[in-house]
């Protein structure tokens, strides 16, 4: 498989279902967050969406665990050419179609209220906030330069049909910010999850989830831990990459 490779490119092992999955060492490459996202809650029926798919990480995981419609839309060429070839490397490409282009535009090329689901793993930072890479691909995907937190939720407003859901995973710094945002946009936050990297460490990541048009009332979920005290994977993560 290694003639498949360009410049800058590697064949990394997604695990799961004994996937591949090509990156770049110059671009935002996947990683524990994604998975959890991928994972978090039931797969649905009806087509999926995942904003800014970069490598196609979350739809190859959809589709291994049985969701057969999946959209990932992606801005960077680069990626998005990458996403490409990982859904034809995997097998995929009948049920993951890949988008070139930017979500703030999604009305010029998806028709409103269309997917069950929609998944975000969006720049953590505002575009004044933290260290900056000096790689293009690699800053945009950690910073809110080509799209906001409101960029988001209007893309995931316009997408979802009447009580679709809309999952994402972000720092717990910006929990307030979201969970107005999403209420803003009339997606109401209905279950969230706290991610904890080690037993004893505070929540540094969240995953929630929200219905378009939901009524209020949130369910927290007992916290998931990823690492255990020794650093050894959780069972819950374990259980994610299909490892006993």
Known sequence: MTDLLRPHERLDDLVLDGMKLIQRDDQFCFSIDTVLLAHFGPVLCGPALDLGTGTAAIPLILTARGAADVTGVELNPVMADIARRNAALNGRDDRIRIVEGD???IKEWSPSGYYSVVYANPPYREKSRGAYSEADGIR??????TATLDDVMEAVK???KYRGRFRMVHITERLTDILESMRRHDVEPKVLQMIHGRPDKKAKLFLVEGVRGGSAGLDVLPPLVVHEADGSYSRAVLDMYGKE
């Open 158 to 160: 316009y997408a979802l």
């Open 140 to 145: 945009r995907a950690r910073h809110e330069e």
């Open 103 to 105: 979500y703030r535009r």
